[in-house]
């Protein structure tokens, strides 16, 4: 299983992950964030994208719907005061648009606000599970201090219904449609040439 984090880490520890995707608003890393605050401008910054990398977006409902339409989005990043509602989920799911679920904004709300993030991310892992969205999960941090294991943020979803094995195959399938050779689609790639004698 792939992380997605937020930040260049110096020393990362092993936290039990395969390896990680440091999704960055430069183009430095092997993932891209962009934001954006209108469809329009979502739109704009898309044409300026011209680095082979993961394209993930933040960004209002809006943007979200919009992001999902666009065949240059691979993924709609999570943080604290995303919605999603149930047609962008569903139109997620047509268009092959991950939906990234992240154990970070929860680390930083306390409270009511917590209470409310975990009955939203049950009801989205509910629509996720009825339309079959793509999904990931991941620790989404932004600092060392977010930083978690694999077991603890899988054993965290799990726990609201979200199907881990299905998100350990669509965070494997996002990288290696950007840095595996060999990967064409989903059951097509090419093998390697063996030199055999044919008889």
């Given at each position: ?83 999603l509602d149930y ?70 979803f799990s726990f ?40």
């Open positions: 299983m792939y992380d997605f984090l937020r930040f260049f880490p110096e020393n990362l520890p092993d936290l039990g992950f395969k390896s990680y995707v440091f999704m960055l608003e430069k183009p430095e890393g092997c993932g891209i964030i962009v934001r954006a605050d209108s469809p329009k401008e979502l739109r704009k910054k898309l044409r300026g994208v011209r680095k082979r990398a993961i394209v993930g977006v933040i960004g209002s409902e809006a943007v979200c719907r919009e992001a999902v339409m666009r065949r240059r989005v691979d993924v709609i990043l999570d943080w604290d005061d995303r919605e047609a962008t989920l569903k139109l997620a799911a047509e268009k092959d648009v991950a939906i990234e679920l992240g154990l970070s904004k929860f680390l930083r709300t306390e409270g009511y606000k917590r209470m409310h993030l975990f009955e939203k991310l049950r009801q989205e892992i509910r629509v996720i599970r009825k339309f079959d969205v793509p999904f990931i999960v991941t620790s989404a941090a932004e600092n060392f201090y977010e930083l978690r294991t694999r077991k603890q943020v899988e054993t965290f609201f219904g979200a199907e881990i094995p299905k998100a350990r195959f669509y965070a494997e399938r996002l990288v290696r449609r950007y840095f595996d050779e060999n990967y064409i689609m989903d059951g097509f790639e090419i093998e390697p040439y063996s030199n055999l004698d044919v008889v």
